[in-house]
């Protein structure tokens, strides 16, 4: 399979405790996405890297989550202390990098609950 | 602020007809316009997208309309298939250079056979 890969794809983790997601994208996209998306609702933007620098954050990347891609290739989605209100499909999604409208491939998701 | 909105949150069309989904949008400052299919379990997946300085732009057997005046934008699906069942979004980005892509809400398209 050479579309993007999202691991864990379910997550059930206690409330207060921390949480990682990994995401690995199509293997000559140096652009990757991060996106939050609950029942009902479509996609919310959370952040977005070129190569390793992260050069997008939403106001919804509270100072509980982090995103990294340290070596421009997979990249991390952290969210410490989970609250209750994190639960939702956590999406990543990569595109080249040939312009400004570049079709942009998602992730089947991380599909998170915190009880 | 921006948001990216549909007119309507369910579509049932009958196999083989047309079908037309509608999406109205607030920021004047968006230059990209992308629809997306979801289907359940999946991330979304990329139809059709055009830019700001075109109003009309076909794919196969869909199509897509802007109409900046009214900020309205649609997606047309031609003959539409049981296997296109599923919830679409149209999404948004604003000019200057910037990557974040604004979704609306889904509109729930049921194909009867």
């Known amino acids: 399979d050479t579309g993007v890969s999202q691991d864990p794809r379910h997550k059930i983790t206690k409330r207060g405790q921390n949480v990682t997601f990994r995401c690995d994208p199509i293997?000559?996209?140096?652009?990757l996405y991060w996106y939050r998306q609950t029942l009902g609702q479509g996609p919310e933007f959370l952040t977005y890297?070129?190569?390793?620098?992260?050069?997008?954050k939403s106001r919804l990347l509270s100072d509980r989550f982090s995103a990294e891609r340290p070596k421009g290739s997979f990249s991390t989605l952290e969210i410490q202390r989970t609250e209750q209100g994190d639960s939702a499909m956590y999406l990543c999604a990569s595109s080249e990098n040939r312009g400004l409208n570049t079709e942009a491939f998602f992730g089947q998701g991380t599909r998170l609950t915190v009880v | 602020g921006e948001s990216v909105g549909l007119h309507l949150p369910t579509l049932s069309v009958q196999e083989g007809d047309n079908s037309i989904i509608n999406c109205a949008y607030s920021?004047?400052?968006?230059?990209?316009f992308i629809w997306y299919k979801q289907e359940s379990g999946k991330g979304p997946q990329f139809i059709i997208d055009?830019?700001?300085?075109?109003d009309k732009r076909q794919g196969q057997r869909v199509t897509v309309l802007l109409n900046k005046t009214v900020k309205h934008l649609s997606l047309q699906i031609a003959a539409t298939q049981p296997g296109d069942s599923a919830v679409y979004f149209c999404a948004e980005r604003r000019s200057g250079g910037y990557q974040k892509v604004t979704f609306g809400i889904g509109t729930k398209l049921q194909v009867i056979p």
């Open positions: 890297f070129q190569n390793e620098a992260q050069l997008e």
């Open positions: 920021n004047s400052a968006s230059d990209y």
């Open positions: 055009i830019r700001s300085n075109m």
């Open positions: 293997s000559e996209h140096n652009r």
